[in-house]
């Protein structure tokens, strides 16, 4: 089992920006999809960004522009640049990973609030 540990949010204004991790228990280099989602109150979790082993990124288009997926397979991490931060961008953030043969792993979550 694959254990994930997101940290980095926090309570920023609108404008700002926050750098979110992801840090796993084991090698990264063997997952071929790698991403983040999030999820406010009452609502479903939405996909984020993605990134493929062979670094191919994919973004929501309510991100595109603004937030920058990327991994370092030596440091086990995986990392979410957050930048022009808006109060609809507030929410939990989960970080998941897929590895061959094995249903998808989750994070616990970090929240991020953004204040207007």
């Known amino acids: 089992q694959v254990q994930l540990v997101e940290s980095g949010g926090g309570l920023v204004q609108a404008g700002e920006s926050l750098r979110l991790s992801c840090a796993a228990s084991?090698?990264?280099?063997?997952?071929?999809?790698m991403g983040w989602y999030r999820q406010a109150p009452g609502k479903q979790r939405d996909l984020v960004a993605t990134?493929?082993?062979?670094?191919?990124?994919n973004y929501a288009d309510s991100v595109k522009g603004r937030f920058t997926i990327s991994r370092d397979n030596a440091k086990n991490t995986v990392y979410l640049q957050m930048n022009s931060l808006k109060p609809e961008d507030t929410a939990v953030y989960y970080c998941?990973?897929?590895?061959?043969?094995?249903?998808?792993?989750w994070g616990q979550g970090t929240q991020v609030t953004v204040s207007s």
């Open positions: 998941t990973a897929r590895m061959p043969l094995t249903p998808a792993y």
């Open positions: 990134i493929t082993s062979g670094g191919t990124t």
């Open positions: 084991r090698s990264i280099s063997s997952a071929y999809l």
